[in-house]
């Protein structure tokens, strides 16, 4: 299997996050993507390459452009407005609610208050070089593609940062753009086919689902962690099933704390059958491996030969997969939980 990555997610380097009332070390660091290079580049079932560049044009055909101009300058920005600050977060965050009775409003001034505005949590600092990163991700996930439209049957971004929390408009839960609303949205509207996005994360993808969930031609389904105890808590439960045209093409099965391989694999047979049914030509997989059952900040119990299982179903949907790099933060078994799970695929 054909693996796209490149070093620039190095430039990527937070050291901190603020998360549960603390500031912490990070859990989405650069030694994730580092355990998964050295785990796949020592099998010879992975083929390494880097990716190709894309521009900043498919980036902005599915994100606000103002998103995309921001982070161009954000960091450098604060540093010369406050000052030297290795890691940028945001400390007011722009709610309608706070302009209630009145206009939207219109993006601050200030470096402070454009923060708030374009992100929406704590736990994703700018780093000097997030946005090459974020770029190199976006690249990454393109190249995969690309790969796979060129007649791979599957191919693998090892994104980071990763995506799918990214949504419209905001940027947040250690993602910046979403990586694979980027690469589905292309191939639906260049190549006029149908496309799903299967989100196995733990923690559901709401920037996916807010990108597509008024649109027929692309499906979202997402299996994670009931958002009634997980993060990101106010979406992704099973009755947001799209509005619209789109009314159907999003699905949502939040499980409960502890959930084992044999539940969820089930809930991916029973899913696999509904993505059949609405016709995709093309899959891909927003791969997070946090529903591993050590991982230090989720809650369910999935294990490497259930990642196995996984890919192994999905193979059997015989659609050409674009698998994607998004969450898993039990560093030490990342890497072989990628391996497991791209290799039922058919690596
Ligand atoms: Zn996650």
Redesign the pocket.
Known sequence: MKVVYTPAHLLHDPHTEIEKGTVHSPFEHIGRGEIIREVLSADSRFDFQLPTQWGIEPINAVHDSGLERFLTTAWQEYQDAIGPCREVTPEVFYSQALRNKMSLGTEPASISGRLGWWCFETTTPLTEGTYEAARGAVDTAMTAMQLVLDGEKSAYGLCRP?G??ATTSLYG??CFFNNAAIVAHHVASTRGVKVVVLDV???HGNGTQEIFYDRDDVMYVSL?GDPARA?PYTIGYADEVGAGKGRGSNINIPFAARTGDDVYVNALADVLNKIHAFGAEMIVVSL?L?TFITDP??DLSVTTDGFRRCGELVKQLGLPAVVLQ????DVDKLGINVQSWLVGLGA
Do not use: L, T
Not at 326 to 329: L, P
């Open positions: 990763p799918h929390h839960g250690y994360d733990y923690h994670h993060y997070g946090d900040i989720c998004e969450g898993g933060y």
